[in-house]
């Protein structure tokens, strides 16, 4: 034993002399994500998606838009101010991209900050844009009537349905179904299932027992007949408020509240072993109450499992949107999904129709895996538990 | 004398199993006053952490409950206080550091976030000047850097470096207590030497008492005024640090000194230790409860339970024949 203190040398409050760059967390998020190239190249893929989808009506035209093919595009102030925040913000991220090395995904973000300035500068009547013309009847048959299922070719690269609507727009403005759906479900099922993950994880006997059997009466449900059943009554209750009604709303508020039950029952296996952790005692110790335990030192400790869970929900949300309008139970048609388009293409395809089965089916498992990827690679590059090796 | 700051009055601490009943605190009172150092020692499971759960109420309800009992601190009743109260004293006024300093610390924050957020809990300062006092706690604990070191996740710190954080994080508050519940357990010996100089010293540059539970011996000898020894949920002797080493009066005490490793004295022979294990804190047996493994019980040590009282020694002990038996005098006999 020694009476000597640790040694008061060492005692110094600058940052003077000490050997590693002290590295911030989004230096670890960012240098994770880059090594999960898959996850990388899905959530550029996502960000593509999205980006068109929001963007859907200024890429393509109706019939009758007399702005249509030439001439300015009208945007609402709303939207032109959402255009030039799209264009600044993607031009400053593509700008620290290149700066940290990241060349792909500069390139992508670059993208996109010159299509939206594009837009931007043809809205002002400066430039024209070509424009993918929702039906392809500038295309009469030699009888003057209207070309329908027109094979892929140069100016119509996904060919056109049996209404003679041009697959690549609908395609375009099916995104916007599934994505609201992904996202409302998303948002919808973190917060239901980790709300009662955590309650019935922190607080044993009557809280958890009843949360977790009320959980289980929701997971027991039949899922597709219920949606079914409930999507067929929603249209007729008046006392909904009109969104709900018709589009993807109503579907993605129905599937966030049947869907949330697998997270609840992570959320309060994980809850049930941190609330043991010692450094939750010590937070006790240190006067901490149940909601800040909860929230503050057991919530982040989880979030790694809830961010991955959701975004598997999202990706299965997505496909059971697709499975109700494949099934003509979801969204109505002549709103565009991938579902309902998979469903006409479907029709059609056996007589070697093959393009809008394939184009519909493609973009919705290309986004459902790109969706999946982005889980994978998003719960690597969040844990702050793992350790990451310097190259 | 004045008031202590800590009375503890007959606490009873008992979880319900499915094999019944386990009294893990059965019976303990002691009094620890402002600026004390006490060590409370005795082997696994004798009752030492519960007790400090208990005087922090960290026991939960469904699993343990404190049955009887009154813990006086600073002049209010622990276990009358409404849990909002209970709150403000934990971590405000009883500060508790945890025996594994790898696992007390949230993984998910940096050292700075949490020492910021106790400050902030329990001092009514701005954020920056909480981070300040947070800085000063670090260089205070020895952290080399501290400002830098701030931001570092506890990942980045070693064994010993965590464990004084944990330390300037139960001192920022200047609590009049602190618990320490075997602090250096989890440390290499190298490091358990300056934990806890540096602890006892911070302890004692701001007047906190502090209580010691482990079951190092050497670590209780240097740096403890009093020493409680537990055995099987109750106290079986207390004394002053010269009186309990010098002249135990209870054979567990002897006992456990007798099996403590020396580095100043040649072993020829096996370590000597205590025969035989604790006994059922269910079913503890009747009379003495040490009467099992106890090399001087007699009829009585099995019939009656004895209490703590005076010796003529100075120390408290709880043997019906303490004052008969000479333990100093008597050779250990080193066990097969």
């Not at chain 1, 977790?212 to 597709?224: A, E, N, S, V, Y």
């Not at chain 2, 405000?92 to 924050?109: K, R, S």
């Not at chain 2, 050292?111 to 106790?118: H, N, P």
């Not at chain 2, 358990?192 to 100089?197: D, F, K, L, T, Y």
Request: glycine share 10%; proline share 6%; net charge negative.
């Amino acid at each position: 034993m020694t009476d000597r203190g640790p040694s008061d040398e060492l005692v110094l409050d600058s940052a003077e002399g000490i050997s590693a760059e002290p590295i911030t967390q989004w230096d670890l998020f960012v240098t994770r994500l880059r090594r999960h190239r898959l996850a990388t190249i899905a959530f550029l893929y996502m960000l593509f998606i999205a980006y068109v989808a929001m963007m859907a009506p200024l890429f393509t035209c109706e019939k009758n838009d007399t702005f249509c093919g030439s001439g300015p595009i009208e945007m609402s102030a709303i939207t032109t101010g959402l255009m030039v925040v799209i264009a600044v913000g993607a031009g400053y991220l593509a700008y620290r991209s290149f700066r940290s090395n990241l060349r792909g995904a500069g390139v992508a973000i670059a993208f996109v900050a010159i299509v939206s300035a594009l837009f931007l500068v043809s809205s002002w009547g400066w430039i024209d844009l070509p424009h993918i013309n929702h039906y392809a009847d500038q295309l009469p048959g030699d009888d003057g009537r209207l070309l329908i299922r027109i094979e892929p070719r140069g100016s119509i690269p996904m060919g056109t349905d049996d209404l003679g609507r041009d697959v690549l727009a609908r395609v375009i403005h099916g995104g916007r179904a599934s994505l609201a759906v992904g996202i409302v479900v998303g948002g919808l099922v973190a917060l239901l299932g980790t709300v009662v993950g955590s309650l019935a994880g922190y607080y044993p006997g009557v809280v958890d027992q009843s949360l977790m059997r009320f959980t289980d009466l929701i997971l027991g449900l039949p899922l597709l007949p219920v949606a079914i059943v409930v999507g067929r009554v929603l249209p007729e209750l008046r006392i909904l408020p009109g969104f709900l009604k018709q589009g993807a709303w109503g579907i993605a508020v129905l599937l966030g509240a049947l869907l949330w039950g697998g997270l609840a029952r992570i959320v309060r296996a994980e809850f049930l072993s941190l609330r043991e952790k010692e450094f939750v005692e010590a937070a006790r110790a240190a006067g901490a109450n149940d909601r800040r335990i909860i929230f503050r030192h057991i919530l982040p400790n989880a979030i790694s499992p809830i961010i991955v869970q959701t975004t598997l929900i999202v990706g299965t949300a997505i496909i059971i949107e697709a499975a109700l309008s494949f099934l003509g139970f979801g969204v109505r048609p002549p709103i565009p999904t991938w579902g309902g388009m998979a469903s006409g293409g479907a029709a059609i395809a056996p007589r070697g129709d093959w393009w809008e089965l394939v184009f519909s089916a493609g973009a919705l498992i290309s986004t459902v895996l790109a969706i999946n990827f982005m889980g994978d690679g998003l719960r690597d590059a969040l844990d702050p538990t793992q350790t990451i090796e310097r190259k | 004398m004045a008031e202590p700051l800590l009375d503890v009055q007959d606490i009873r601490t008992y979880f319900s199993t499915e094999e019944g009943v386990v009294k893990a605190v059965d019976g303990v009172s002691f009094k620890v006053n402002a600026g004390e150092r006490r060590g409370v020692v005795g082997e696994s499971g004798c009752g030492k952490s519960v007790t400090a759960m208990s005087i922090m109420r960290l026991i939960e309800p469904p699993a343990g409950e404190i049955v009887t009992g009154s813990i006086i601190f600073d002049g209010r009743d622990l276990l009358e206080l409404p849990e909002s109260e209970m709150q403000r004293v934990r971590g405000g006024e009883i500060a508790m550091i945890f025996q594994d300093p790898m696992t007390a610390l949230n993984p998910v924050y940096t050292i700075g976030d949490q020492l910021i957020e106790t400050i902030l809990l329990h001092q009514k300062v701005s954020k920056t000047e909480a981070r300040e006092i947070a800085i000063q706690q670090l260089a205070d604990v020895h952290i080399p850097y501290a400002k830098a070191r701030m931001e570092d996740y506890p990942h980045q710190f070693s064994g010993g470096m965590r464990q004084r954080v944990m330390i300037a994080m139960g001192l920022s508050c200047d609590p009049k207590l602190l618990i320490a519940d075997e602090p250096t357990t989890a440390l290499d010996v190298t490091t358990q030497a300056q934990i806890m100089h540096l602890m006892l010293e911070l302890a004692e540059e701001r007047n906190t008492a502090v209580l010691l539970i482990t079951h190092d011996l050497g670590v209780v000898a240097g740096f403890c005024d009093t020493i409680q020894v537990m055995y099987a949920g109750s106290i079986i002797e207390r004394g002053t640090a010269a009186e309990i080493f010098n002249n135990p009066q209870h054979p567990y005490t002897w006992g456990l000194l007798g099996s403590m490793t020396r580095l100043d004295e040649v072993h020829r022979d096996r370590l000597n230790s205590v025969r035989g294990a604790p006994p059922s804190l269910i079913n503890p047996p009747k009379g003495c409860r040490f009467a099992p493994r106890c090399d001087f019980a007699q009829d009585i040590c099995r019939e009656a339970l004895p209490i703590l009282r005076q010796s003529p020694e100075g120390q408290r002990v709880a043997c019906h024949r303490a004052d008969e038996l000479d333990l100093k005098s008597i050779v250990m006999e080193p066990s097969a």
